[in-house]
């Protein structure tokens, strides 16, 4: 397994927001920053005086959906003397509670439904993570991909609903970004290949 899989593809979701979605904006989008620590307390108190995009990691679990039914995939080496076992990886699901945060009294709402929408219009037209931000972050997901789906699955109300009232804090409008990512656990097993099968039958 790729232990630093989770970490790879934060650096790969940070690229794909400012280079899809921010990069529609007519704001300097450098000065609009992004993090991924979770929305307490704190981190109001730390707000400066540009908006922040949070990108929350709030559940890990397995995609049961993407299982296959034949966990197996036998391949035979080119003397025909050896094959070698693959077992099909794990598909784990990683979800992000994106908000939008901003300290301007005046203007906070209209800037936070602004990067709202203007994040909806970049992640929301992927069903895959697109090459280049894989490929970029040394992360192979080939032949399966890594599948977004932008407003996460039919528990996510219900979670983030959770998460504000561990932190204490007022609901914002939130984004469920998940990512269902194939991650091998299993090492390739060679084993001996079957040279003949005898059958013996007896007449009675």
């Known amino acids: 397994m790729e232990p630093t899989i989770l ?3 934060r650096l790969a979701l940070e690229a794909l927001i ?5 990069q529609q904006t007519s704001q300097d989008t450098n000065k609009i920053q992004l993090s991924f620590i979770a929305p307490n307390a704190d981190f109001v108190a730390g707000l400066g005086a ?3 995009i949070n990108c929350y990691l709030i559940g ?3 995609d049961k959906n993407r299982r296959k039914s034949e966990p197996y995939n036998i391949n035979l080496n080119t003397d025909k003397t050896r094959t070698t076992l693959h077992r099909e990886p794990r598909f784990v ?13 005046q203007g906070s709402a209209e800037i936070e439904h602004l990067l709202i ?10 069903d895959f993570l697109p090459d280049q931000y894989a490929s970029k972050h040394q992360i192979n997901p080939e032949p399966y991909g890594i599948r977004l789906t932008l407003f996460g699955s039919e528990n996510s109300e219900r979670i983030s609903g959770h998460v504000w009232q561990a932190m204490g804090s007022t609901p914002k409008p939130s984004l469920m970004l998940s990512l269902s990512i ?5 090492q390739p097993v060679k084993l001996p290949a079957v040279q003949a099968i005898q059958n013996s039958l007896r007449n009675k």
Do not use: F
């Not at 194939?182 to 299993?186: F, L, N, S, T």
């Open 7 to 9: 970490k790879k593809v």
């Open 18 to 22: 400012r280079q899809e979605a921010l």
């Open 50 to 52: 540009e908006p922040v």
């Open 60 to 62: 890990v679990t397995e």
């Open 93 to 105: 699901d990683i979800t992000y509670m994106i908000t939008v945060w901003s300290k301007d009294k």
């Open 117 to 126: 929408g203007y994040l909806i219009s970049g992640l929301g037209k992927y």
């Open 182 to 186: 194939p991650v091998d656990v299993h």
